[in-house]
């Protein structure tokens, strides 16, 4: 039972547009939801998170929103850029205090000059 | 001077070889994991330590076995390596959730150790 979900394995965007990569999950214990940027060959990089008791957050080009009634939180990113071109992974937080992440399977960003 | 560092990067093996993945992190921080990549990218915790403490330990077979030597070192040894084993494993560190303020509990991940079984 996979509790963090990205439906979409993919999205192609075009330079300077708006992307919308979204993430749904099932346990509302979770206390925070992070972003994570992954390139080829290497590790997941932080990129934007939030607090369950928030419903957006902004930083530069990048907003995350938050859904709590329909479990749902999405990551704006304008305008695209082809380095934004990477698996952008959903991660929840449990709020057990082990600190530990869940994430989702991933969205693979393509932005085309 | 990178902040998670995992050795080796990829390592290549035969069916029923003990291998060990070894990760340091410099950031000073307490806590540590080991994640699994699957064949199908999903990203699963396998073991957290807190100060040289298992917290986490995720169903994993007991040939996976984690040793945090101090708070900087947490490595990841496997027995009997099986097919199934072949994945990408991410060590990450982060600070512990402390009381007061807003801490997201930050992953910091490594490169990644490739393992593939033969």
């Known amino acids: 039972d996979q509790q963090v979900k990205q439906n979409s394995p993919s999205l192609s965007v075009q330079e300077g547009r708006i992307s919308i990569l979204n993430c749904d999950y099932t346990?509302?214990?979770?206390?925070?939801f992070l972003w994570y940027k992954k390139y080829p060959a290497e590790g997941p990089t932080f990129l934007i998170s939030?607090?369950?008791?928030?419903d957006k957050n902004e930083d530069g080009r990048f907003t995350v929103f938050l859904n709590k009634s329909a479990k749902h939180l999405s990551l704006h990113i304008v305008p695209s850029q082809p380095g934004d071109s990477a698996v952008y992974f959903c991660?929840?937080?449990?709020?057990?205090?082990?600190?530990?992440?869940?994430f989702g399977q991933g969205t693979t960003l393509q932005v085309k000059p | 001077d990178t902040a998670v560092s995992q050795t080796p990067k990829y390592l290549v093996t035969q069916m029923g070889n003990d291998k060990s993945i070894k990760c340091e992190q410099n950031?000073?921080?307490?806590?540590m994991y080991w994640y699994k990549q699957d064949s199908k990218k999903f990203l699963k915790i396998m073991f957290s330590?807190?100060?040289?403490?298992?917290?986490i330990n995720e169903t994993v077979p007991n040939r996976f076995s984690p040793k945090s030597p101090d708070k900087a070192h947490l490595n990841l040894h496997i027995n009997s390596l099986e097919l199934g084993d072949s994945a990408v494993y991410f060590c990450?560190?982060?600070?512990?959730?402390?009381?007061?303020?807003?801490?997201?509990?930050?992953?910091?991940f490594g490169e990644g150790s490739r393992l593939t079984v033969l």
């Open positions: 330590y807190n100060n040289k403490e298992l917290i």
């Open positions: 990450a560190s982060s600070q512990p959730l402390g009381r007061g303020g807003e801490n997201t509990g930050e992953l910091f």
């Open positions: 346990n509302s214990m979770f206390d925070y």
């Open positions: 991660a929840a937080r449990h709020a057990d205090n082990t600190g530990k992440l869940i």
């Open positions: 950031l000073g921080h307490d806590t």
């Open positions: 939030i607090s369950s008791i928030k």
